[in-house]
Structures are given as structure tokens and as C-alpha cells.
């Protein structure tokens, strides 16, 4: 049975929060975040890299059918 998601061609898998294409779509989620909602990343708590390890933490990464990532979280 697949989701549709699948069907879709959209797959969801675990990422390094460390990478440079996790850093740029978080940087572009922070800066859709503080367009929409006025959030100023500067002034929130850090959130240290170690908090997406396992076996307490994740980063997911979403992609398209063309392998490109999407979203991420």
C-alpha cells in the first residue's frame, strides 16, 4: 500500500540538519517565517544541531519526483 504522497512522487526521508542544502532551506523557511509573521530568528533561542540527532531527534527532508528538496522539517 502506498500514500499518496508516493503516488505522487513526493518521498519523505531522514537529512542532516548539518548539510548545506538543510542549512539553505532552513535559512528560507526562517525568512518565509519572518515575512509572514514578523519572526526575527536573531531573537529566538538557538536550537543546536545535535537536537535533529538520534535517538531523541530528527530532520526530515522532503523531495519532489525530480529528487529536488522541498521542504524540510
Not at 512522487?9 to 518565509?32: C, F, H, K, N, Q
Request: aromatic share 6%; proline share 8%; glycine share 8%.
Amino acid at each position: 500500500m502506498s500514500t499518496a504522497a508516493e503516488r505522487d512522487g513526493i518521498r519523505i526521508e531522514r537529512g542532516d540538519v548539518r548539510t548545506a542544502e538543510s542549512r539553505e532551506m532552513v535559512a528560507t523557511y526562517l525568512s518565509e517565517i519572518n515575512r509572514a509573521f514578523g519572526h526575527d530568528p536573531e531573537h529566538a533561542p538557538p536550537v543546536p544541531d545535535e537536537d535533529f540527532d538520534p535517538p531523541t531527534g530528527m530532520f526530515l527532508i522532503v523531495r519532489d519526483e525530480c529528487d529536488v528538496a522541498v521542504g524540510c522539517g
